[in-house]
């Protein structure tokens, strides 16, 4: 039937270890975004120009902070629901490595097109979600086939 496995503890540990951090970087990104004045400022001067400020306006840009928040650890909490159940209910096979490695990638890309260059939490991000990558596809993809 190919090559189809339980997931590691030690693979779960680490996958779950690199989206819990992605997931805590990213709270803390929102959480200085919508506490940060300024950054309310000048996002109201951005996008509504005309517009003046008030508690609605300050209400839809909480409202979309927390939307990109929201799909920002979409992406990892799905990784680790799916490698908890890789590893307690059932097997795993390349596929599942595939789409982690898709889902982990995408998450890159989310990221890194949000061009936020002044906040460290942006590289750090980053970093993580290309360390989740390369742990994906060689230690549990291409590593995988050698080890056989």
Same mark, same amino acid.
């Given at each position: 039937?190919?090559?189809? =496995?339980? #997931?590691?503890?030690?693979?779960?540990?680490?996958?779950?270890?690199?989206? !819990? @951090?992605?997931?805590?970087?990213?709270?803390?990104?929102? @959480?200085?975004?919508?506490?940060? /004045?300024? #950054?309310?400022?000048?996002? %109201?001067? =951005?996008?509504? $120009? *005309? *517009?003046?400020?008030? *508690?609605?306006?300050?209400?839809? /840009?909480? +409202?979309?902070?927390?939307?990109?928040?929201? @799909?920002?650890?979409?992406? $990892?909490?799905?990784?680790?629901?799916?490698?908890?159940? %890789? #590893? +307690?209910?059932?097997?795993?096979?390349?596929?599942?490595? /595939?789409?982690?490695?898709?889902? %982990?990638?995408? !998450?890159?890309?989310?990221?890194?097109?949000?061009?936020? #260059?002044?906040?460290?939490? /942006?590289?750090?991000?980053?970093?993580?979600?290309?360390?989740?990558?390369?742990?994906?596809?060689?230690?549990? !993809?291409? !590593?995988?086939?050698?080890?056989?």
């Amino acid at each position: 039937m190919g090559n189809v =496995d339980r #997931l590691s503890k030690k693979n779960f540990y680490i996958l779950v270890t690199l989206s !819990g @951090i992605i997931i805590l970087l990213s709270s803390f990104e929102a @959480i200085l975004k919508v506490k940060d /004045y300024e #950054l309310f400022l000048m996002w %109201a001067k =951005d996008n509504f $120009p *005309q *517009q003046s400020i008030d *508690q609605s306006l300050f209400n839809t /840009y909480v +409202t979309s902070e927390l939307s990109i928040y929201l @799909i920002k650890v979409l992406i $990892p909490i799905s990784i680790s629901i799916m490698a908890f159940f %890789a #590893l +307690t209910r059932i097997r795993y096979s390349k596929i599942f490595v /595939y789409v982690w490695t898709v889902l %982990a990638m995408g !998450g890159f890309a989310y990221t890194l097109f949000d061009f936020n #260059l002044r906040s460290v939490f /942006y590289y750090s991000i980053l970093l993580l979600y290309i360390i989740l990558t390369i742990f994906l596809y060689l230690f549990m !993809g291409m !590593g995988r086939e050698s080890s056989r």
